[in-house]
């Protein structure tokens, strides 16, 4: 136990403290304590069966995954609404992910559970796969891991030459409760009051199954079927500077969301289309537009056509060759048929774009357009009509669009109405952009009498929610360049 003193001294009226001396000695206390670990080497040291690196990254995984929770709950506070926002679009975080439905809603003074502080193996799609990562490293300093390309809930881990996907992520849910549905509170002090990890873990679980009531005001919220109804068969959305383009799949209508967070949901299929390496109308989409992209920077990218005309196979004959394992056709009527949207998919054997055939029956698909057309029994142009060179593909990108941001779609950046039109630099409100609007906008700026601007939202035209000289510039730039 550390003994030793401080002298205090005063000097002109100051005093201050001098520092005495320290030194250990022993007591006649004894401590029996369990060696100290963190939580990477507890589950190495539980799970691990020392059979093999890749062996002990699995064993480790399993036992995570059968212990671990995605999140703790807690005491929820005072919902509030935050800024002049209201429901607004955003895109996903994360590479797997399409789009948010944000709300404008918070919560203030939430309070923090001891059962969430206590359990310590809480990890979400990022902290899973961080802390499979860190394992393996524990294992062996020779193993190297990298984040997937293609879902951010996993890691690609390599070690002589051999690589495996791990991750994942806590099982169940953790919520905001009200301090009216708590089962249990503890207590410190002489009040013998004691727990484990399994208790801990136990309680989360009770309380992310605790029914509570929806207090968010929607009134006003907007859903993925209000989008669906706006775009149509296909329409640029603008979520803020930062555009897509969504378009319907079909006319079910049908939706595959969940929540997130506050009153926020993530659209993870069903019938909203959304472009993601995609080229649209000659811009690039990665989740949302990049503006400046080229062919040489995404050359196995989908391309979508918005407009065009496909063949649809109507009727057709044929049989099974049990020789071939393939059908042989006698005879197909075609017709041709305007489809909005038409999803072409890069074939690297091929080295063509092959469009995507979901409409029509069961025979009405590319390869059986290809069979069709090898065996003579349709017209090549069918196939042709469904195929797309490299030429064609840089015909449709040259097309002057990649540099600029699409001028015509709909809002939902939370500060519009939603599913507001938009017609970029269309000051006058009729629905085309012309030297008509130029002119309305430098009598606005001038102050002239009786001049009105009739959708401001238009001429914003470097997003800053104001109009001034410089939305001025960038608008008769854009005239320019047209």
Known sequence: MPVGTYEE???????????????????????????????????????????????????????????????????????????????????????????????????????????????????????????????????????????????????????????????????????????????????????????????????????????????????????????????????????????????????????SNDEWGVGNKLYWGGSLGYCRDTWVDGRYIAKTFVKGATLEDYPEASVMLTETTVPVITECKKSWDRETSSYVYSSAEVEETVQKNVLFRYDKEEQVWKANVNWGGYDNSFSAFKTLTEQGIIDEKYLGMLTLTREDVEKIIANGNTNRKPEKGYIYDGYSPQGTPFVKGDCNDDGEFTVADLVLMQKWLLGTNETDVENWRNVDMNYNRKLDVYDLCLLRRMLVER
Not at 101 to 108: A, F, G
Not at 149 to 155: F, K, L, V, Y
Request: aromatic share 16%.
């Open 9 to 255: 001294h005063i000097e002109n009226s100051m005093s201050y403290y001098v520092r005495g001396y320290y030194k250990w000695v022993d007591s006649d206390v004894k401590l029996t304590l369990p060696p100290l670990c963190d939580d990477c080497d507890y589950l190495i040291n539980t799970y691990a069966t020392g059979e093999g690196f890749f062996s002990d990254m699995s064993a480790v995984q399993s036992g995570f995954s059968s212990i671990c929770l995605y999140s703790g709950s807690f005491i929820r506070g005072e919902l509030y609404r935050t800024g002049e926002r209201g429901w607004r679009l955003t895109p996903g975080f994360h590479v797997d992910q399409s789009f948010y439905i944000y709300s404008p809603y918070s919560r203030k003074d939430n309070k923090s559970l001891f059962a969430s502080a206590l359990y310590p193996y809480r990890y979400d799609s990022l902290g899973f796969p961080g802390m499979m990562g860190s394992v393996s490293k524990r294992l062996s300093d020779e193993s190297t891991y990298e984040w997937s390309s293609s879902s951010h809930a996993h890691i690609i881990v390599t070690y002589n030459g051999e690589s495996k996907t791990y991750g994942g992520q806590g099982n169940g849910e953790g919520q905001g409760i009200s301090e009216d549905k708590l089962t249990h509170i503890f207590k410190f002090g002489d009040t013998n009051e004691a727990t484990t990890l399994q208790d801990a873990k136990a309680r989360l679980i009770e309380y992310a199954k605790v029914e509570m009531d929806d207090d968010i005001p929607r009134e006003d919220e907007l859903t993925w079927a209000k989008i669906y109804d706006v775009v149509g068969d296909g329409a640029w959305v603008d979520m803020g500077n930062s555009f897509t383009y969504l378009y319907q799949k079909d006319d079910r209508a049908s939706f």
